[in-house]
């Protein structure tokens, strides 16, 4: 009997897979690695051959297999092969069934790029059928695979990027893979793929797959592939999108972002220069990560804001003329901004919302709400109140007319601040189109008699006398 203990399992199509276990360091993609030799199969338990089915007897024997640990007849296991995987040098008893996966994995361990390549594209085969994947993981297959990302050549490494692309669509796999080094294996594919179409598609697409995890995702981020995909996002065609859309699954958690800030502290500028890329995909892209970044943390607001300014307002730009993904996520990061914003350039982008606000139909109401969002932001600072009230036409007859609540329950926000700022031209220019929008909207809310009554309460009492003799 073999004395190691039984490592973890894993379950396939219902079918349990015993894990390997590494020897030495875990966490290294050595080519050199080796594996634990597996567990047998108890004596007791196996009362006939598990491949040809036949009874065991006094004439006919038991015979481990030293590659699975399960037992067989003789004629099942009569191959002698050398077992490099689990460092046997000296041939050992292997099973028919395992004859293809042993040669494989012999294969593997050769210098030979040819004999690597061969054994990379017979094991990514063997993964097609459950049987053949559940053979592989568990004679380490996975592991020297990914191991092999290290010093192969482009035809390796393409054929494992391939493999690995195949094997991340089973989401069940997902846990294992990273346990493995997976993340490790497509970093160093990554960083070796530009020239190579083939490879970088594949390697991002496994990517992807692994990052629709969200617990994965943190990994992905620590691993340090940030770098690694703007290199991509600064490239052109759908490689480039494709790195976008990947960085955009770790960046929209707000989870992640004291963790990128610390260790990506030029985010905001890489997210900015891909913007001289114009291709639409791409701006809604990196647009929805500054959206998230800007709700964040004021750090973030403050990176974004400096990085717009010192750019000459390329967010500006895309107020104008963009797809309307585009379009929505600039406004709404304008909007987060506008609360800190140096009031030196605040006139700029509320003439650019203001602008923007004449375009607008009720049609576009989630657009509609954070222009009214951005302005009524703008508005609790009293020295924006002259660029308001310059345009408060526009924005009564925009936010305060309009058929959806956010708009005109922004336009209130903003009309409340002007009366407390510029009382007297905010209330001659709402009297002539406005006012019964204005006061219908307030005395909508909920409980507002209520607060209102208590307001006028403090002046005046419910009780009183007569104050004259």
Same mark, same amino acid.
């Given at each position: 009997?073999?004395?190691?203990?039984?490592?973890?399992?894993?379950?396939?199509?219902?079918?349990?897979?015993?894990?390997?276990?590494?020897?030495?360091?875990?966490?290294?993609?050595?080519?050199?690695?080796?594996?634990?030799?597996?567990?047998?199969?108890? %004596?007791?338990?196996?009362?006939?051959?598990?491949?040809?089915?036949?009874?065991?007897?006094? /004439?006919?024997?038991?015979?481990?297999?030293?590659?699975?640990?399960?037992?067989?007849?003789?004629?099942?296991?009569?191959?002698?092969?050398?077992?490099?995987?689990?460092?046997?040098?000296?041939?050992?008893?292997?099973?028919?069934?395992?004859?293809?996966?042993?040669?494989?994995?012999?294969?593997?361990?050769?210098?030979?790029?040819?004999?690597?390549?061969?054994?990379?594209?017979?094991?990514?085969?063997?993964?097609?059928?459950?049987?053949?994947?559940?053979?592989?993981?568990?004679?380490?297959?996975?592991?020297?695979?990914?191991?092999?990302?290290?010093?192969?050549?482009?035809?390796?490494?393409?054929?494992?990027?391939?493999?690995?692309?195949?094997?991340?669509?089973?989401?069940?796999?997902?846990?294992?893979?990273?346990?493995?080094?997976? /993340?490790?294996?497509?970093?160093?594919?990554?960083?070796?793929?530009?020239?190579?179409?083939?490879?970088?598609?594949?390697?991002?697409?496994?990517?992807?797959?692994?990052?629709?995890?969200?617990?994965?995702?943190?990994?992905?981020?620590?691993?340090?592939?940030?770098?690694?995909?703007?290199?991509?996002?600064?490239?052109?065609?759908?490689?480039?999108?494709?790195?976008?859309?990947?960085?955009?699954?770790?960046?929209?958690?707000?989870?992640?972002?004291?963790?990128?800030?610390?260790?990506?502290?030029?985010?905001?500028?890489?997210?900015? %220069?891909?913007?001289?890329?114009?291709?639409?995909?791409?701006? !809604?892209?990196?647009?929805?990560?500054?959206?998230?970044?800007?709700?964040?943390?004021?750090?973030?607001?403050?990176?974004?804001?400096?990085?717009?300014?010192?750019?000459?307002?390329?967010?500006?730009?895309? /107020?104008?003329?963009?797809?309307?993904?585009?379009?929505?996520?600039?406004?709404?990061?304008?909007?987060?901004?506008?609360?800190?914003?140096?009031?030196?350039?605040?006139?700029?982008?509320?003439?650019?919302?203001?602008?923007?606000? !004449?375009?607008?139909?009720?049609?576009?109401?989630?657009?509609?709400?954070?222009?009214?969002?951005?302005?009524?932001?703008?508005?609790?600072?009293?020295?924006?109140?002259?660029?308001?009230?310059?345009?408060?036409?526009?924005?009564? /007859?925009?936010?305060?007319?309009?058929?959806?609540?956010?708009?005109?329950?922004?336009?209130?926000?903003?009309?409340?601040?002007?009366?407390?700022?510029?009382? !007297?031209?905010?209330?001659?220019?709402?009297?002539?189109?406005?006012?019964?929008?204005?006061?219908?909207?307030?005395?909508?809310?909920?409980?507002?008699?209520?607060?209102?009554?208590?307001?006028?309460?403090?002046?005046?009492?419910?009780?009183?006398?007569?104050?004259?003799?």
């Amino acid at each position: 009997m073999n004395p190691f203990s039984p490592p973890d399992s894993l379950l396939i199509d219902g079918i349990p897979v015993t894990l390997p276990v590494l020897n030495g360091d875990k966490e290294s993609l050595s080519p050199k690695a080796t594996f634990q030799k597996p567990c047998w199969v108890p %004596d007791g338990e196996a009362h006939s051959c598990l491949n040809c089915g036949l009874k065991f007897s006094q /004439l006919r024997r038991k015979h481990h297999c030293r590659n699975c640990g399960k037992i067989f007849c003789s004629k099942c296991c009569s191959g002698k092969m050398c077992l490099p995987h689990f460092d046997i040098n000296e041939p050992e008893k292997v099973c028919l069934n395992c004859l293809l996966i042993v040669e494989l994995m012999t294969k593997s361990k050769s210098e030979d790029m040819s004999l690597k390549y061969e054994a990379v594209t017979g094991l990514c085969n063997l993964t097609k059928t459950t049987s053949g994947l559940c053979k592989v993981i568990e004679s380490g297959g996975i592991h020297i695979m990914l191991s092999m990302t290290v010093n192969g050549d482009l035809n390796l490494k393409c054929a494992i990027a391939s493999a690995l692309h195949s094997i991340t669509q089973s989401m069940m796999l997902n846990s294992f893979l990273v346990e493995a080094g997976c /993340l490790k294996a497509l970093k160093n594919l990554l960083e070796t793929s530009h020239d190579c179409n083939e490879l970088l598609n594949d390697s991002l697409s496994a990517l992807n797959l692994l990052c629709m995890d969200p617990n994965i995702r943190i990994k992905v981020l620590k691993e340090g592939f940030v770098p690694s995909l703007f290199t991509v996002v600064r490239c052109t065609g759908t490689s480039a999108v494709f790195a976008a859309r990947i960085l955009q699954f770790l960046v929209c958690n707000f989870d992640h972002h004291d963790f990128i800030l610390q260790n990506h502290k030029h985010i905001i500028s890489d997210l900015f %220069d891909g913007f001289q890329n114009e291709d639409y995909q791409m701006q !809604t892209c990196l647009s929805k990560m500054l959206m998230h970044f800007s709700a964040g943390s004021d750090t973030f607001r403050q990176l974004i804001l400096q990085e717009d300014i010192s750019r000459g307002f390329p967010l500006l730009y895309l /107020l104008k003329g963009s797809s309307p993904n585009v379009l929505i996520n600039a406004v709404c990061i304008i909007a987060n901004f506008s609360l800190q914003m140096n009031q030196e350039f605040s006139h700029k982008y509320i003439t650019a919302l203001c602008e923007l606000l !004449t375009f607008l139909t009720d049609d576009s109401s989630d657009v509609l709400a954070h222009v009214g969002r951005g302005l009524a932001n703008f508005a609790e600072c009293s020295s924006n109140s002259l660029h308001l009230v310059h345009n408060l036409q526009t924005i009564a /007859l925009k936010l305060l007319k309009s058929t959806s609540e956010a708009p005109r329950i922004h336009g209130c926000r903003l009309i409340n601040y002007l009366f407390s700022s510029e009382p !007297t031209f905010t209330l001659d220019i709402l009297s002539q189109s406005g006012m019964d929008e204005f006061i219908e909207t307030i005395f909508d809310l909920p409980g507002i008699t209520d607060v209102l009554n208590n307001l006028l309460l403090r002046k005046v009492s419910r009780l009183s006398i007569s104050q004259k003799l």
